[in-house]
């Protein structure tokens, strides 16, 4: 069983930059595909982008492709998502999550093992 614990969030003004940072329990975390996604009050949870086990490949939803960058240190067991150039529109609540299809899949139902998020939000 995976245990993953979300950090970094915070307040941030826009055009700022934050890291966010995953850390996983379990010996198995380098075979899975790993993801970020976010939710904004009153919105559907989205995806915002993946990376496969030994992060060789990314993928990013549109919104955010040349801002946000995903990365993995599997020696530390963590994921990260550096955001840059960051709008009012990226405030949500960020999870991460393990792939239990394709890190291609932006279906939430393919995801498991979510953790508890954390906020991030843009000021204008």
């Known amino acids: 069983q995976v245990q993953l614990v979300e950090s970094g969030g915070g307040l941030v003004q826009a055009g700022g930059s934050l890291r966010l940072s995953c850390a996983a329990s379990g010996r198995t975390f380098s075979s899975y595909d790993m993801g970020w996604f976010r939710q904004a009050p009153g919105k559907e949870r989205e995806f915002v982008a993946s990376?496969?086990?030994?992060?060789?490949?990314?993928y990013y939803a549109d919104s955010v492709k040349g801002r946000f960058t995903i990365s993995r240190d599997n020696a530390e067991n963590t994921v990260y998502l550096q955001m840059n150039s960051l709008k009012p529109e990226d405030t949500a609540v960020y999870y991460c999550a393990v792939s239990y299809s394709s890190m291609y899949s932006i279906r939430r139902s393919e995801w498991r093992h979510w953790g508890q998020g954390t906020q991030v939000t843009v000021s204008s």
């Open positions: 990376i496969n086990w030994n992060g060789g490949s990314t």
